[in-house]
């Protein structure tokens, strides 16, 4: 199982970004897909969370701002992110909790992307 996320970029305070994640491989169903972001120096933060079945939940602090989305037939998230602040400046990493196949095994895990960079300008 593999996540490729994509969409960060440079910003100005105020504008917008859309991050995606896409994962693939041998899926049997995900039970979640969401987003953390870490800045160096900080701890990470649970920045939103989709739950198959579920409502999303979001850090207080990107409420009303950031909106999680999921595309089931890609076994895609998103995150579109809007009113962007110079605080929101990290990189953001997706994961996914997922049944998968594994040499015939069906196990549950928790897989992760790269990391995505999203700076964000003043």
């Known amino acids: 199982v593999q996540l490729q996320a994509s969409g960060g970029g440079l910003v100005q305070a105020g504008g917008s970004l859309r991050l995606s994640c896409a994962a693939s491989g041998s899926i049997f169903t995900i039970n979640a897909m969401g987003w953390y972001r870490q800045d160096p120096g900080k701890q990470r933060e649970l920045v939103a969370t989709s739950t198959t079945g579920g409502s999303p939940s979001y850090a207080d602090s990107v409420k009303g701002r950031f909106t999680i989305s999921r595309d089931n037939a890609k076994n895609t998230v998103y995150l579109q992110m809007d009113s962007l602040k110079p605080e929101d400046t990290a990189v953001y990493y997706c994961?996914?909790?997922?049944?998968?196949?594994?040499?015939?095994?069906?196990?549950?895990?928790?897989?992760w992307g790269q990391g995505t960079l999203v700076t964000v300008s003043s």
């Open positions: 994961y996914a909790d997922l049944r998968y196949n594994n040499y015939g095994r069906y196990r549950i895990g928790t897989f």
